[in-house]
């Protein structure tokens, strides 16, 4: 498995994954993901376009990732268009829970729409 992240516009950190998300690999996933909440970005789209295969380890370190970014004020989304990867977030039930998007397009639409209802309902300083 391989990560790379990139910060965008100082609020949006996209964490692109290929290989096999599984027990193994999944502690490096889930490093990536706290060096990105420690850096204080809490909106955060996950690209498994290259993703091959995913196990229930890597499913609950994003269930507990999305938990931990909306306690921050923000959202995660992850963008999938691989059918037998999207079949898990499906049989799991957590398609929903984790804005699971078959376009980047989409699951930056639909943070971008998150973050400003937050913002919109925040404090007038605003918040990430």
């Known amino acids: 498995m391989k990560v790379q992240t990139k910060t965008e516009d100082d609020w949006l950190a996209v964490l692109s994954v290929s290989g096999e998300m599984d027990a193994f690999t999944a502690p490096e996933f889930r490093n990536c993901l706290d060096e990105t909440l420690e850096k204080g970005i809490a909106w955060i789209l996950v690209d498994l376009g290259e993703v091959e295969y995913i196990d229930s380890v890597a499913l609950g370190i994003l269930i507990g990732s999305a938990k931990c970014v909306t306690e921050r004020g923000g959202g995660l989304a992850v963008v999938c268009n ?47």
């Open 82 to 128: 691989r059918t037998n990867v999207l079949r898990v977030f499906d049989i799991s039930g957590t398609r929903e829970l984790l804005n699971v998007c078959q376009a980047e397009s989409e699951s930056r639409r639909l943070l971008e729409q998150q973050r400003t209802a937050t913002v919109n309902s925040s404090a007038p300083e605003g918040g990430q």
